[in-house]
T-cell receptor
Framework: GIQVEQSPPDLILQEGANSTLRCNFS?????LQWFHQNPWGQLINLFY???GTKQNGRLSATTVATERYSLLYISSSQTTDSGVYFC?????????FGPGTRLSVLP | SAVISQKPSRDICQRGTSLTIQCQVD?????MFWYRQQPGQSLTLIAT?????????ESGFVIDKFPISRPNLTFSTLTVSNMSPEDSSIYLC?????????FGPGTRLTVL
């Protein structure tokens, strides 16, 4: 099945800094999602981005399907951005999640 | 999008007992899934809840341990049977609609 990797595994930022999170996947995909799991465990949809670039406020994402990776950019980070960021790619009718990037934004 | 609710939100259970988790979606969806998230880990798919037929289980998960019901297109239940401390996890329900997967708030289970 498809393998999904994420880097870095952990990231500590000072408030206001920018960051880039990476997701690599082993097979071509027609769907890719980014999620933020907040400290209370809720998974929040960030982007559905099978290809191209999307922006939503301080967050943006780019997927280069031909090279099998996706990037999540966080600009001007805030303490509320803390949590774990997951990417997920489809495998058949299911989704495979990467191991996540744990982000801590310090005040 | 889809709005998903789960209950209970958390529970503390004794070893050897069973717990049924309910998942309700605010619209009809074809595909619903159940995931487990062990402490500090990523999400692992338990099974796909199929409406009108038996659930499809992933490797390492069996129906006797995790029976699933899907009586209609908006509702599903997952039972965690004969629990042990190793079953302590967050259990999440999800629905796939409009090319996106949406998640419920999760059920945080602690088994003593």
């Amino acid at each position: 099945g498809i393998q999904v990797e994420q880097s870095p595994p952990d990231l500590i930022l000072q408030e206001g800094a920018n960051s880039t999170l990476r997701c690599n996947f082993s097979d071509s995909v027609n769907n890719l999602q980014w999620f933020h799991q907040n400290p209370w465990g809720q998974l929040i949809n960030l982007f559905y981005i099978p290809s191209g670039t999307k922006q939503n406020g301080r967050l943006s994402a780019t997927t280069v399907a031909t090279e099998r990776y996706s990037l999540l950019y966080i600009s001007s980070s805030q303490t509320t951005d803390s949590g774990v960021y997951f990417c997920a790619a489809p495998y058949g009718q299911n989704f495979v999640f990467g191991p996540g990037t744990r982000l801590s934004v310090l005040p | 999008s889809a709005v998903i609710s789960q209950k209970p939100s958390r529970d503390i259970c004794q070893r050897g007992t069973s717990l049924t988790i309910q998942c309700q979606v605010d619209s009809q969806v074809t595909m619903m899934f159940w995931y487990r998230q062990q402490p500090g880990q990523s999400l692992t798919l338990i099974a796909t809840a199929n409406q009108g037929s038996e659930a499809t289980y992933e490797s390492g998960f069996v129906i006797d341990k995790f029976p699933i019901s899907r009586p209609n297109l908006t509702f599903s239940t997952l039972t965690v049977s004969n629990m042990s401390p190793e079953d302590s996890s967050i259990y999440l329900c999800s629905a796939y609609t409009y090319n996106e997967q949406f998640f419920g708030p999760g059920t945080r289970l602690t088994v003593l």
